[in-house]
């Protein structure tokens, strides 16, 4: 089914951010394929966007260089074309624990999905880009700028990102434009699945500690993930932006 739409694929789009930035693209007139490696919550995204554009899933494995790039032939096949990469498939579970107590298992499972899924993506969606002229957004996390104890895997997985995105840039320009976002604490509880999804539980005090005076929304990042897609962002790249509602320019002292 070719089609003269914009085509992006969304890596991670069956919960949590990744799938309000489906939401959001297919709204922007997209189609969009989400490539996802859990199949029930997939598929529950495809269907329940089928009424906002042309929606396709896939079961993806970022870590599985075949499952890459299948993922993305199919994509190319189904839709005819591909304008954009949203590289936003991560975890961060389970990587907390003391350095002394981190298993290079654990290490080796939480870079592999975060930094060198990410890798592969790009390395098999490179030469569609190029055709369309397209760009790639990859997803961090304000912990690749700071930390909280005990979370070295997580945080250096989202530190490779940022350099990740500055090199694809240099080497993948003018004909692809890549840059990153590195979100803040962004509340996804009505964004699972539905066996899991719930009401936010958000205190006042939650929201009040941050300068913009409110916790953040997936929508907050979706919402820049199709501008940094789109033409008019056309002389950006190479940049890493922060969307955390000010608390990583916060001082903090304890009184």
């Known amino acids: 089914m070719a089609t003269d739409k914009r085509v992006a694929m969304v890596t991670g789009g069956g919960q949590g951010i990744g799938k309000c930035i489906v939401r959001h693209l297919l709204n922007e007139g997209m189609a969009v394929a989400i490539a996802e490696v859990d199949v029930e919550a997939g598929r ?5 966007f089928q ?15 075949a499952s890459v790039e299948r993922a993305v032939s199919l994509t190319v096949e189904h839709f005819g074309r591909l304008d954009a ?22 290490w080796d499972s ?16 490179v030469l569609h880009l190029q055709r369309t002229k397209g760009a790639i957004v990859n997803i961090a996390s304000t912990r690749a700028i700071q930390s909280e104890p005990n979370t070295e895997a997580y945080s250096a997985s989202k530190g490779g990102i940022l350099a990740l995105t500055h090199s694809l840039a240099m080497s993948l320009g003018p004909d692809i434009r890549v840059n990153c976002i590195s979100p803040g604490w962004i509340d996804v509880s009505e964004w699972k699945k539905s066996q899991q999804a719930k009401k936010p539980h958000l205190t006042k005090m939650d ?20 501008f940094l897609i789109s ?22 002292y304890e009184e």
């Open 110 to 125: 939480v870079i592999g999905t975060n930094l060198t899924g990410m890798f592969l993506c790009v390395k098999h969606s």
């Open 231 to 252: 033409d008019e962002a056309g002389f950006i790249t190479g940049q890493n932006f922060v969307v955390d509602g000010g608390m990583t320019k916060k001082m903090i």
């Open 207 to 226: 929201h009040a500690q941050h300068p913009a005076g409110r916790v953040g929304k997936p929508e907050d990042i979706a919402a820049l993930v199709a």
């Open 85 to 106: 990469l949203v590289n936003n498939a991560g975890i961060a579970h389970p990587g907390n624990a003391p350095v002394r107590e981190l298993s290079l298992k654990t």
């Open 51 to 65: 009424q906002l554009g042309p929606v396709q899933f896939y079961e993806t494995n970022v870590v599985d260089e």
């Open 44 to 48: 529950e995204a495809e269907e329940s």
